[in-house]
């Protein structure tokens, strides 16, 4: 089934709903461009992924159009307690992601469109890229002043972050993917995006914070859809490609043998948090009890997202230190997460049968898990 779209006085894309994988294999010289059904970014992310390991990408350029529900999309090395909100994430139901990419954080929903330029190693070329949404932008609407900088980013106004960038470069291929801010829920962007999370010692990536915009506040007529089927027009454009965007299910196994495996490594926790990079945490905790008001001094060492190290001060004449060297042994080679963390402070205070001391010990444990 193929639905015809116009969209200039003489250009036509074509929208077809399902190829066989076959027919990348023979698909002419020059551009691909693909769209995702899906709004998954873990599938998503996965057919990057499949593209960029399973495709011979010697005489053919391929776009990915893809937009995801609401999801945090972390670099390859960066530390998520550092980038992000994680209770309040946990709280909307939002996704947390690590892509293989490196670069900064970024937030993803439905008003947010993603862009995927593969090739050769050879051929890649990000400027080049940005150059080309620009020149889409501009053909949709003349008067936006869209300029790309040097650090690979797009700004609107000379002042509004509306992409950012990121890049894989694997031995024979490449993608670099961006951003697009259409009409993105800019209060929870910048909810999410602002750690609570403090004393943390890392050499994790670090984002960079900038002014943002959406395209849609410069030019409310503006759509989603519009802007896709800009960017499609001026990559066929460039790249003589047949004009059509073929629509695909990431989903589909059949389609994509081995994708439903790189859509789980990316769902995993060792995947997401468990390649964090090495960090460390030095905190005062503040404590008040029974008109008592005391600080807790907690040290630790994360490796592989895993608690190497659990060092603890308490005054001993509020807590007893077998109670505190109970909870560090418990602790450490556990995974620094909230779910297991809790499990582990749960299980230890069904132990304490002193009512007083099992008060103290509750309030010592959630105060840890704040940590998380």
């Known amino acids: 089934m193929i639905i015809q779209s116009s969209l200039k006085k003489c250009f036509q894309l074509h929208y077809v709903l399902k190829i066989p994988t076959a027919g990348f294999k023979w698909a002419p010289k020059g551009g ?10 873990y599938q998503n992310l996965a057919l990057e992924d499949w593209i960029h390991d399973t495709l011979d990408l010697e005489n053919k350029h391929i776009l990915f159009l893809w937009r995801n529900s609401s999801a945090v999309v972390i670099g390859r090395h960066q530390n998520p307690w550092q980038e992000c909100n994680l209770k309040m994430m946990r709280q909307k139901g939002i996704k947390l992601a690590r892509r293989r990419s ?12 993603n862009l995927t330029f593969f090739t050769t190693r050879k051929k890649y070329e990000r400027m080049e890229n940005l150059r080309l949404v620009v020149k889409a ?3 949709l609407r003349p008067q ?26 694997g031995r024979t291929a490449a993608y670099h993917h961006c951003t697009l801010l259409c009409n993105t829920d800019k209060h929870i962007l910048s909810s999410v995006l602002k750690s609570p999370y403090n004393g943390i010692k890392s050499n994790a990536t670090p984002s960079v914070p900038a002014l943002v915009k959406n395209l849609l506040e410069e030019d409310p007529t503006l759509t989603c859809e ?7 027009e001026e990559y066929a454009t460039h790249y003589h490609a047949d004009n059509r965007v073929t629509v695909i299910n990431p989903a589909d196994e059949k389609e ?16 997401i948090y468990g390649k964090t990079p090495k960090f460390s945490i030095s905190k005062c905790l503040n404590i008040v009890n029974e008109q008592s008001c005391l600080d807790i001094k907690i040290n630790m060492d994360i490796k592989n997202g895993k608690i ?3 060092d603890i001060d308490v005054p001993q004449q509020w807590l007893p230190p077998m109670m505190c060297n109970k909870l560090k042994d418990n602790l450490i080679g556990n995974k620094f997460c909230l779910s297991e ?18 008060s103290r010990w509750n309030l010592l444990c959630e105060k840890v898990l704040t940590l998380m």
């Not at 519009?226 to 499609?232: F, N, P």
């Not at 963390?341 to 099992?358: E, F, I, M, P, Q």
């Open 137 to 139: 932008l501009k053909a």
């Open 226 to 232: 519009m802007i896709l089927d800009a960017v499609a």
């Open 256 to 271: 994509f043998p081995g994708i439903h495996n790189k859509a789980r490594e990316l769902q995993a926790w060792d995947w």
């Open 144 to 169: 936006l002043d869209v300029q790309a900088t040097r650090r690979c980013d797009l700004l609107l106004n000379g002042i509004f972050k509306i992409s950012g960038t990121a890049a894989k470069l």
């Open 308 to 310: 190497e190290t659990f």
């Open 341 to 358: 963390s809790t499990a582990v402070a749960n299980a230890l205070l069904r132990t304490c049968t002193d009512y007083k001391l099992y």
């Open 32 to 41: 691909l461009i693909l769209q995702s059904v899906s709004q998954d970014v």
């Open 102 to 113: 490196g670069g900064g954080t970024v937030y993803h929903d439905l008003g947010n469109i």
